[in-house]
């Protein structure tokens, strides 16, 4: 049976590493940062290239710790894309900081940097919120477009948290995701490119006083130990057992992209034509979060899905519903007509299976089924 992330057959690949990592941890005992913890945020921060990585409970509570290192309260603006999920604009309004949206580029899914300038101005004529930052979204594993929106957040002074929650091992011109935004944050939630067995998520800088502020915050906010706290805090930290599990998985982390590209490649030339299939800028490459393409239609997107799950092809809609027209959002005032891209996208994107471990035969079955409606 075709699955839409197959980690019962990554597992099959490295269980036994993963059980000797395992062991490992039930023999020292250290269950709440043991030396795997250290050692992944080591090897985690040489992948990326930052100076400091911060591993947490989860791709949320990474990017609130980092909302919360930069002070964002009350009053402050943060601009985010509509499209995106749920987490990326909740942390935002915990602090009771406002999500101001600016609508998506039709052909990556991204933040469309052209529309910032415009969208930061408004904010400052209506003299309500103070702007602090910029958070793009690496939709789907592609990178968001960060050389144009880094420009637009130095004329502001802003800064920039890139959620990298599904883009880890993507890159553009060779410098690896979760490196571009003055802070990154990605997730290690089970289905993620880069996933334990439970939550976990992590933080990347090369801040040293943003590090330090993370770290403190990860452990209710303590001072020179757990029992003198200088700041409000959280208990955010990644188990040491998940660790273990990681640090199994990044060693097959840039061979499943590899595999993953293959899979890519062969949709393309399967489905060329036939329905919209991912667009990769030059230089760029996603992480194959997910592989998301685009029917002509509503309706031709819920017959597609309607025969594959027929068929017993798993697909799923991310997202159906942009968030400014989510029911939590009601309050900020936004409607239907107000990021036309983003709603269009959200009402024709189905994502179809994507995993290392799918071969020819599948792909040749899902695309088969795909044209057959279309
Ligand atoms: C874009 C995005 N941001 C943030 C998150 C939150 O990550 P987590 O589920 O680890 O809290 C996710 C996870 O689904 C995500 O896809």
């Given at each position: 049976?075709?699955?839409?992330?197959?980690?019962?057959?990554q597992?099959?690949?490295?269980?036994?590493?993963?059980?000797?990592?395992?062991?490992?941890?039930?023999?020292?005992?250290?269950?709440?940062?043991g030396?795997?913890?250290?050692?992944l945020?080591?090897?985690?921060?040489s992948?990326?290239?930052t100076?400091?990585?911060?591993?947490?409970?989860?791709?949320?509570?990474?990017?609130?710790?980092?909302?919360?290192?930069?002070?964002v309260?009350?009053?402050?603006?943060i601009l985010?894309?509509?499209?995106t999920?749920?987490?990326?604009?909740?942390?935002?309004?915990?602090?009771?900081?406002?999500?101001?949206?600016?609508?998506?580029?039709?052909?990556?899914?991204?933040?469309?940097?052209?529309?910032?300038?415009?969208?930061?101005?408004k904010?400052?004529?209506?003299?309500?919120?103070?702007?602090k930052?910029?958070l793009?979204v690496?939709?789907?594993g592609?990178p968001?477009?960060?050389s144009?929106?880094k420009?637009?957040?130095?004329?502001?002074?802003?800064?920039?948290?890139?959620?990298?929650?599904?883009?880890?091992?993507?890159?553009?011109?060779?410098?690896?995701?979760?490196?571009?935004?003055?802070?990154?944050?990605?997730?290690?939630f089970?289905?993620?490119?880069?996933?334990?067995?439970?939550d976990g998520?992590?933080?990347?800088?090369?801040?040293?006083?943003?590090?330090?502020?993370?770290?403190?915050?990860?452990?209710?906010?303590?001072?020179?130990?757990?029992?003198?706290?200088?700041r409000?805090?959280?208990?955010?930290?990644?188990?040491?057992?998940?660790?273990?599990?990681?640090?199994e998985?990044?060693m097959?982390?840039?061979?499943?992209?590899?595999?993953?590209?293959?899979?890519?490649?062969?949709y393309?030339?399967?489905?060329?034509?036939?329905?919209v299939?991912?667009f990769?800028?030059?230089?760029?490459m996603?992480?194959w979060?997910?592989?998301?393409?685009?029917?002509e239609?509503?309706?031709?997107?819920?017959?597609?899905?309607?025969?594959?799950n027929?068929?017993?092809?798993?697909?799923?809609v991310?997202?159906?519903?942009?968030?400014?027209l989510?029911?939590?959002?009601?309050?900020?005032?936004?409607?239907?007509g107000?990021?036309?891209?983003?709603?269009?996208?959200?009402?024709?994107?189905?994502?179809?299976?994507?995993?290392?471990?799918?071969?020819?035969?599948?792909?040749?079955r899902?695309?088969?089924?795909?044209?057959?409606?279309?």
């Amino acid at each position: 049976m075709i699955q839409f992330i197959d980690l019962a057959a990554q597992q099959e690949c490295i269980r036994d590493r993963i059980q000797s990592r395992m062991n490992g941890v039930l023999s020292h005992g250290q269950y709440i940062m043991g030396p795997e913890v250290c050692e992944l945020e080591e090897q985690l921060a040489s992948y990326v290239c930052t100076k400091h990585c911060v591993t947490c409970s989860s791709g949320t509570d990474a990017l609130l710790m980092v909302l919360m290192a930069y002070g964002v309260e009350p009053g402050d603006a943060i601009l985010t894309t509509p499209f995106t999920f749920i987490a990326t604009v909740e942390v935002i309004q915990l602090l009771g900081a406002r999500p101001i949206f600016v609508d998506i580029d039709p052909r990556t899914f991204n933040l469309d940097p052209g529309k910032l300038d415009r969208a930061i101005r408004k904010v400052q004529n209506g003299n309500q919120f103070k702007t602090k930052g910029i958070l793009p979204v690496d939709l789907f594993g592609l990178p968001a477009n960060y050389s144009e929106i880094k420009a637009n957040a130095e004329e502001y002074g802003l800064w920039v948290l890139e959620d990298g929650a599904q883009s880890f091992g993507g890159s553009i011109n060779g410098r690896k995701a979760c490196s571009f935004g003055n802070a990154a944050a990605t997730s290690f939630f089970p289905a993620k490119p880069l996933g334990c067995y439970g939550d976990g998520g992590a933080i990347f800088t090369n801040d040293d006083s943003l590090a330090d502020i993370v770290t403190s915050i990860r452990m209710h906010g303590k001072g020179e130990n757990k029992y003198d706290n200088v700041r409000i805090g959280l208990n955010g930290r990644l188990d040491t057992l998940q660790a273990a599990v990681l640090l199994e998985k990044l060693m097959i982390i840039d061979e499943e992209r590899e595999k993953k590209n293959i899979v890519a490649d062969r949709y393309e030339e399967l489905l060329h034509g036939v329905i919209v299939t991912p667009f990769i800028p030059e230089g760029f490459m996603s992480a194959w979060a997910y592989y998301s393409v685009l029917a002509e239609s509503e309706q031709q997107r819920d017959q597609v899905m309607r025969r594959l799950n027929e068929r017993g092809i798993p697909t799923v809609v991310y997202y159906p519903n942009p968030l400014h027209l989510q029911t939590v959002s009601s309050h900020l005032g936004y409607k239907l007509g107000d990021f036309p891209l983003a709603e269009d996208i959200s009402r024709r994107v189905l994502s179809l299976p994507m995993h290392a471990y799918l071969d020819d035969e599948d792909l040749v079955r899902i695309t088969d089924v795909v044209k057959e409606i279309i």
